[in-house]
Nanobody, 121 residues
Framework: QVQLVESGGGLVQAGGSLTLSCAAS????????MGWYRQAPGKQRELVAR???????NYADSVKGRFTISRDNAKSTVYLQMNSLKPEDTAVYYC???????????????WGQGTQVAVSS
């Protein structure tokens, strides 16, 4: 089994910064793409940022220039540095990862439990 454990959420004032971390553990052969999603109350879950195993990244337009996703493959951890936070960034943030469970598969898609980010105006 594979677990993703997030940390780093909290309450911050507008303009402030937070860094989220997500560590993967368990029966992992290798980790592929990792990403962060968020879900605000009454809204659908949306992509915030993703990073491939090779380090290629993509971001939602709403966070470009403010958020930075990175990963440490040795630690099976993905990070989300969030700067210039806005009240509209308030949401539960979820980590997601594609995991190869053995040399010939299978591939699993896993989610963390979520961490709350609240930005006050």
């Amino acid at each position: 089994q594979v677990q993703l454990v997030e940390s780093g959420g909290g309450l911050v004032q507008a303009g402030g910064s937070l860094t989220l971390s997500c560590a993967a553990s368990g029966s992992i052969f290798s980790i592929g793409s990792m990403g962060w999603y968020r879900q605000a109350p009454g809204k659908q879950r949306e992509l915030v940022a993703r990073i491939t195993g090779g380090g290629n990244t993509n971001y939602a337009d709403s966070v470009k220039g403010r958020f930075t996703i990175s990963r440490d493959n040795a630690k099976s951890t993905v990070y989300l540095q969030m700067n210039s936070l806005k009240p509209e960034d308030t949401a539960v943030y979820y980590c997601n990862s594609g995991v190869l469970l053995g040399p010939l598969g299978p591939v699993g898609d896993y989610w963390g439990q979520g961490t709350q980010v609240a930005v006050s105006s």
